[in-house]
């Protein structure tokens, strides 16, 4: 017995990101059934839950990796409308480029391991088009920068690089382009705990900076308490319960969220 | 005097799940809060002061009953707003503070202090300038202003954590036992700075273990004991 919530009569922004009804299947498996979730600008998502939970499916569906055979996906943006799981894939991917950045738990998902990590940088840079060799490494230099990565070590492929900054270099290549959004895949998780707290610190100081709207998944509380302003609880494919951080961490109403929250050291 | 916040027939429990088991917090609470007033809560330890608080602020979810609030945008029940109403309001017109300063790695104490009027668009220079104002109405040395808070003795983190909570002034604030930990110096700062909103008109409900360092501000009593007299005036005060 819980009072439902009114929809929002002060905040009149639209939600940047509207995701509706997305389903999606592999074989006999549905990894993701029905769900819809929302994120304002410059809010952060947080979206937990166990391994199978359907979470990193969600998210690859908002990268437009994996194309749900249901629902819907907007952004609020000045120059993209309309049901982005319609475009083709040319649309699709110069979107991504240009609106979205991810960084994956797995540095190999997202870079380039061999090349010099300026140049996984520039790379996101050439796909939108920019040519100039010194605008392309000015631009580059300033991400790595950003994201907190020593710059006397620009031309180290990542392959040479420790986890951490293998995960900066990720970083600034998803916000080369000042996205509008900026999706998080388990970014810490194998990192060790000091290391996962200074990655975890770079990317809320960016977010405090650039007001970037952000979607992170994780199954470590600990980092969706650092990050997140509201938080989505998936189990088994479906949503189970949303709320405030402080909320859903201190009062918990579904009783697998009680059980996650309970199980936290 | 203008209302800022009336509680209505509020009733908050906890169910949980595992134990299969229903633990009642408090039932039928009601009573306002005017502009300007401070409402001390008191109660036995568990008659829950700090779960009212928590509900008020919406980190708790209520079980039944209305909060409305008299916000800048009309009247809203934060029992029932929208989690993206609930957070707008707590960065412009609802402060909590608690004795426990979430400090994080590599900011520096005044940067955490300007973070509230940054957030509320403050030039970063002023928010600046304000939030060193504030540090030293606090009693933190000049040296620590640039420094990390995460290695602070925990009186000087509870410092910048009533300096950062009490920059802003807001409409409605909760106080959750904000004097422990504190030095005489800090918690006569506290006080004043209290006085000083309550001038300007801040609504504060608060729990203190030892009223007596606020006990000039306090102008009711409410007690949470169940069966206790629904509420004492002060006049005496």
Not at chain 1, 241 to 251: H, K, R
Request: some cysteine; glycine content about 6%; charged content about 25%.
């Amino acid at each position: 017995m819980t009072l439902t919530l009114d929809a929002p009569r002060i905040v009149e922004t639209r939600p940047l990101l509207e995701v509706h009804g997305v389903s999606k299947s592999y074989g006999p498996v549905q990894a993701v059934r029905n769900v819809s979730a929302h994120a304002y600008p410059g809010e952060v998502l947080g979206i937990v839950g166990e391994s199978g939970s359907g979470k990193s499916t969600l998210l690859r569906m908002m990268n437009l990796e994996e194309i749900p055979e249901a629902g819907s996906y907007t952004l609020d943006l000045p120059d993209v409308s309309g049901n982005l799981l319609e475009l083709d894939r040319f649309a699709r991917r110069m979107l991504c480029a240009t609106k979205i950045g991810i960084v994956y738990q797995n540095p190999h998902l997202g870079l380039l391991m061999k090349h010099s990590s300026s140049g996984n940088v520039a790379e996101r840079l050439l796909v939108a088009g920019e040519r100039s060799f010194a605008t392309l490494r000015a631009a580059a230099t300033e991400a790595l920068d950003a994201s907190e990565f020593p710059l006397d070590r620009l031309d180290a492929p990542p392959i040479e690089l420790s986890g951490g900054m293998q995960q900066r270099v990720q970083l600034a290549k998803a916000i080369a382009l000042e996205p509008a959004l900026l999706l998080l895949d388990e970014p810490t998780t194998g990192l060790d705990v000091s290391v996962q707290a200074l990655v975890l610190d770079t990317l809320k100081r960016l977010q405090q900076d650039r007001q970037i709207t952000m979607v992170i998944v994780s199954h470590d509380l600990g980092v969706i308490r650092t990050l997140a302003d509201r938080v989505m609880v998936m189990r088994r494919g479906e949503v189970v319960e949303t709320g405030l951080a402080d909320q859903i961490f201190q009062d918990p109403q579904h009783p697998y969220t009680q059980q996650l929250v309970h199980a936290k050291l | 005097m203008t209302q800022v916040l009336e509680i209505d027939r509020l009733t908050k429990g906890f169910s949980l799940h595992h134990l299969e088991k229903d633990i009642p917090a408090f039932e039928d609470i009601s009573f306002g809060v005017a502009a300007g007033e401070f409402v001390l809560l008191k109660g036995a330890n568990g008659a829950g002061k700090s779960t009212l608080l928590r509900t008020l602020y919406r980190s708790y979810l209520p079980l039944s009953g209305e909060i409305r609030f008299h916000s800048s945008y009309g009247l809203i029940d934060l029992a029932r707003a929208a989690d993206v109403d609930v957070a707008h309001l707590r960065r412009t017109e609802i402060g909590f503070i608690t004795q426990f300063l979430t400090a994080r790695p590599r900011v520096s104490a005044e940067a955490i202090v300007a973070e509230p009027l940054r957030l509320a668009g403050w030039d970063s220079q002023a928010a600046l300038d304000s939030a060193r104002k504030a540090l030293e109405t606090f009693g933190v040395k000049p040296d620590l202003w640039a420094a990390y808070p995460t290695t602070f003795s925990g009186g000087e983190q509870q410092k910048v954590n009533l300096a950062r909570a009490l920059i802003l002034p807001q409409k409605l604030l909760m106080l959750d036992e904000p004097t422990a930990s504190l030095d005489a110096n800090a918690r006569g700062a506290l006080v004043a700075r209290l006085q000083e909103l309550k001038d300007q008109g801040t609504a504060m409900i608060g729990v203190f273990h030892h009223p007596d360092d606020v006990m000039h501000l306090i102008d009711r009593v409410i007690d949470l004991t169940p069966d206790a007299a629904p509420e004492e005036e002060r006049d005496d005060v």
